[in-house]
């Protein structure tokens, strides 16, 4: 007999645990299928995020970021270090354990929950059934009133440069390198790019992007794009811009082997010659082979599962969510769709905001942001007023050492309502938090202006920042308003 659920989830990444959690929670019997195995063939959950993607990039970045600060930063502090020197595999197997401790939290809670972990390949069939592959090939079946499909995203490949796990490599690969690479190309100067070649630049490689956008960081307000620029400039990160890749081929044999670029700009062809290459532009949903034809599930062009707003699908009670659907791919917006969707099973009311979904990327300065670019109010007319505070005013930011950056309050113009927060500088994945509450809240700038924040912290400088929208910012100099 075919085991029957009141939901299947397919896939456990960041979207899919979150909602078989709250599934189960909220009283649903729940399944959760879902085929990753980590590098010893052992059936882990977590998908990306926690597998190779957010947890182990972050665990790299503190790490690098530890040893460059050992490096150049300590000197100011009047701290004199001995030699420092890099162990690159206790370095690996510290982000290992920070993964594997992690995979097995999400284990642990799946038994507390009572959310049963089916270990394979799921495929949706007609009438909510779910055909599971296990590892050892063995095909079954299991039945549910509800499925919600989360089977995530993968890196885009490109002929151009064809990975090969070893030289040439997607985000996945430069995350494991045994040693650190002396030349390292990285084409896409996107989130991932900029992410992987800040851990390798800070662990002794010298990293050269080569990006077919003119625009630096277009996603991000464009002040705070050209602050980055800047800083990474300073940092010798070798930007290329409005650089297309024409090829990218592995040549010479063993130790001597090298991967050579070829790409083309406004000036012409160019070449370059890595060690290691990482390949990061952009990822695609894993939608392929995930539903037999039968179901009539709908898919645009690019792959991506039609949804609505409640992530609904084309068919009555079968979900799609995260990065197989449209918005973001990020892991934080995949959670709340989960948790909406295990909410409207249950029968509740539950929605969630899509003009509010913060965006961080964790290099050095971190860049922050929820809400309105000031090019998107420009390009839709609306009308606003920007305040922006400088860390180089902040009494914390000094202490820390750590001035770069400024905070960017955009606030509509006759409501003061705030529409936009664009952070660059320290901690700024923190500090958007507290932005992102006060937008949820409807909060104007001048309720930023009027709350006390305790002095001295980094988060005053979101409170400066308000003050300055309205022309009355304390430690910078603005001109007077008489308010
Ligand atoms: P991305 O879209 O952020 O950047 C890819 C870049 O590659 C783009 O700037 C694009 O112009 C460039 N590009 C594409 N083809 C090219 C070519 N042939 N030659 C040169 N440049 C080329 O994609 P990503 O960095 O791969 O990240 C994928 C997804 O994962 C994104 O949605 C991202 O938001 C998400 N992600 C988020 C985080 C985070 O939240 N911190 C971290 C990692 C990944």
């Known amino acids: 007999m075919t085991d029957k659920y009141d939901v299947v989830i397919m896939g456990a990444g960041p979207a899919g645990y979150v909602a078989a959690i709250r599934c189960a929670q909220l009283g649903l019997n729940t399944a959760c299928v879902d085929n990753w195995l980590d590098s010893n063939?052992?059936?882990?959950?977590?998908?990306?995020?926690?597998?190779?993607?957010?947890?182990?990039?972050?665990?790299?970045?503190?790490?690098?970021?530890?040893?460059?600060?050992?490096?150049?930063?300590?000197?100011?502090?009047?701290?004199?270090?001995?030699?420092?020197?890099?162990?690159?595999?206790?370095?690996?197997?510290?982000?290992?354990?920070?993964?594997s401790d992690l995979t097995n939290g999400i284990e642990a809670l799946f038994k507390a929950n009572k959310v049963t972990w089916i270990k394979g390949r799921g495929r949706l069939l007609i009438n909510k059934q779910v055909e599971i592959t296990s590892h050892d090939d063995k095909v079954s079946k299991v039945a549910a009133d509800n499925v919600i499909i989360a089977t995530g995203s993968s890196p885009i490949n490109i002929s151009s440069a064809p990975c090969d796990g070893e030289m040439i490599?997607?985000?996945?690969?430069?995350?494991?390198?045994?040693?650190?690479?002396?030349?390292?190309?990285?084409?896409?100067?996107?989130?991932?790019?900029?992410?992987?070649?800040?851990?390798?630049?800070?662990?002794?490689?010298?990293?050269?992007?080569?990006?077919?956008?003119?625009?630096?960081?277009?996603?991000?307000?464009?002040?705070?794009?050209?602050?980055?620029?800047?800083?990474?400039?300073?940092q010798g990160m070798d930007i290329r811009l409005g650089a297309r890749l024409v090829s990218a081929d592995i040549q010479g044999k063993d130790k001597s082997r090298q991967v050579a670029v070829k790409y083309q700009d406004s000036s012409g062809e160019h070449g370059e010659s890595f060690d290691k290459l990482i390949v990061a532009v952009g990822r695609q949903p894993n939608s392929h082979r995930i539903f037999e034809t039968a179901t009539?599930?709908?898919?645009?062009?690019?792959?991506?599962?039609?949804?609505?707003?409640?992530?609904?699908?084309?068919?009555?009670?079968?979900?799609?969510?995260?990065?197989?659907?449209?918005?973001?791919?990020?892991?934080?917006?995949?959670?709340?769709?989960?948790?909406?969707?295990?909410?409207?099973?249950?029968?509740?009311?539950?929605?969630?905001?899509y003009?509010?979904?913060?965006?961080?990327?964790?290099?050095?300065?971190?860049?922050?942001?929820?809400?309105?670019?000031?090019?998107?109010?420009?390009s839709s007319g609306e009308k606003y007023r920007a305040g922006i505070f400088p860390f180089a005013a902040s009494g914390r930011a000094r202490a820390m050492g750590d001035t770069t950056g400024m905070v960017k309050i955009l606030a509509q113009a006759e409501t003061d309502r705030i529409l936009g927060v664009h952070i660059i500088g320290p901690q700024a994945s923190e500090l958007i938090a507290q932005a992102v509450i006060a937008m949820e809240m409807g909060a104007s700038s001048e309720d930023i202006a009027l709350t006390m924040f305790a002095h001295p912290t980094l988060a005053e400088s979101f409170h400066e920042a308000a003050l300055a929208v309205q022309g009355r910012a304390i430690h910078i100099a603005q001109k007077r308003s008489n308010k």
């Open 41 to 99: 063939n052992k059936p882990v959950l977590g998908g990306t995020c926690l597998n190779v993607g957010c947890i182990p990039s972050k665990s790299l970045l503190e790490s690098s970021e530890l040893f460059a600060h050992c490096q150049h930063g300590m000197t100011e502090h009047g701290i004199t270090l001995g030699k420092v020197s890099l162990d690159l595999a206790a370095m690996m197997s510290r982000k290992e354990k920070v993964v």
């Open 355 to 378: 003009d509010l979904v913060p965006s961080v990327i964790y290099t050095q300065p971190e860049i922050a942001w929820a809400g309105k670019t000031e090019q998107q109010l420009k």
């Open 296 to 353: 009539q599930l709908v898919m645009d062009e690019r792959g991506f599962i039609h949804v609505n707003m409640f992530c609904e699908t084309s068919i009555p009670g079968v979900y799609a969510i995260g990065d197989l659907v449209r918005g973001p791919m990020l892991a934080h917006k995949g959670s709340e769709e989960g948790i909406m969707v295990a909410e409207r099973i249950a029968g509740h009311a539950a929605r969630v905001n």
């Open 169 to 234: 490599v997607n985000s996945t690969g430069a995350l494991a390198f045994t040693e650190v690479p002396k030349r390292l190309g990285v084409i896409g100067a996107g989130v991932i790019g900029l992410e992987l070649g800040s851990v390798w630049k800070r662990l002794g490689a010298e990293v050269v992007m080569i990006e077919a956008q003119e625009e630096f960081l277009s996603i991000a307000d464009a002040q705070i794009a050209k602050e980055a620029q800047r800083a990474f400039g300073k």
